[in-house]
């Protein structure tokens, strides 16, 4: 950006340093971009450390474009562990997954037709296959059809974004967290100019990315954007461990779960979801969780709950992304999405080159933010 005849670098203002906005900060700060991570909290303690952190596309076949982006992120996490290096976060173990009735396997069978047909791998192995070479100590039936996505992982969401914060801050990026960005001031031509934060600071900034998770609605407006937002809560509990009994993350009946570290399982549920807004306690979710986890890992059974936390998905209200600038606020833009933790790392480098040079990749042309509100 031109100051007179003297350039001075690009000042980006990253609201929310979760998966998304470390990715982005981490990819402007690389490119020269003088860049301010803030955080209302702390960093990577969001919805990024209470999410099921499976990387993968097999789950988003629901469209074409959707399922590219998150191939695309896919690779983009293997080219990140390259650069960043892969130590505590990146764990790219594949995945399993099997149903519990003919009905549902048939159609998980119909998904992986469709899949490799897509060109996605996906390999068709019996129960007893996977206990024997994978995974001994899940109870899987020895003649169930077990699907293997050998190409997904999991990430450990709350050690990547702090070791893209220290990056980040390393060439250069200043960090703000504990303090909650409060307004977004704008010139007489609509740009953006400037932020305001909780401790009465304001600072001035020519870019704002909102990478606020699910309080995004609320920092959108604060430009007058309406973001619409879909209500999608969700329940994870930790589980202690001596010794964790998986390997990789899986999908079984009523219950998904994977190692979260050396000591301790991750246990999600969709089915238990549903239960939220029944009004239902978390330690009662948690122990639905432990229960089904117990069925397909018995050694799960003498892990004590260490911690659950119930939180809204960050869904912009047709279900997909919302990533790009917002034409009628020069200066202002979004990287809102579920499936943060696979799309993290491909939106953190797309979103970077549409600031640092306005280029459009057409892997994001269905999920810009005009789309939301024209
Ligand atoms: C139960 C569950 C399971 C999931 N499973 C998967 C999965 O298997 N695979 C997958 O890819 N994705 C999954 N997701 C989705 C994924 O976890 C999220 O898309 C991703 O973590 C979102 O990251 P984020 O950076 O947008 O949000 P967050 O991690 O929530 O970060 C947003 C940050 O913004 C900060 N903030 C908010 N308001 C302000 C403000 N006014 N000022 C300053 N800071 C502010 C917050 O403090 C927070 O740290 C799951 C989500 C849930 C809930």
Redesign the pocket.
Known sequence: MGIGSVKRPVRVAV?????????VGWNLSRRGAEVVL???????????????????AS?KTVCRSYFDL?VA?MAAHRELAGTIGPDSWWYPSGHLRWAGDPAAEAKLLAAVELLTGWGYRAEVCTGAEVRRRLEPAVTVPGDAAVVYYPDEG??H?RHL?ARLVRQAVASGAEHRFG????DIGTGADGSVRDVA??DGSRLDVDIVVN??????A??AGLVARHLPMRR?????TRLDCVKVPVRR?MHAPGI?LRPDGDTSVVL?SREV?ALIDTGEDPAELARLLHESARHVVPELGDCPIAQTRV?????PADGFPSVGAVPSVPGYYE??????????PVIGRLLAAEILSGERDELLADFRPERLSP
Do not use: K, Y
């Open positions: 609201v929310g340093v979760g998966v998304l906005g470390a990715c803030i955080d209302g909290g702390q960093a990577g303690e969001g919805v990024t450390n209470w999410s099921f952190s499976w990387v993968n789950n998150n992120g999991w990430v969401g974004v303090v909650a960005v409060h934060l909780s990478a606020a998770g699910p309080g995004a609320r920092i999608e809560p969700g329940v994870v993350a998904e999600h979801d939180v809204n998905r960050p869904i990287a809102v999405s579920h499936s943060g933790i696979t799309l993290g």
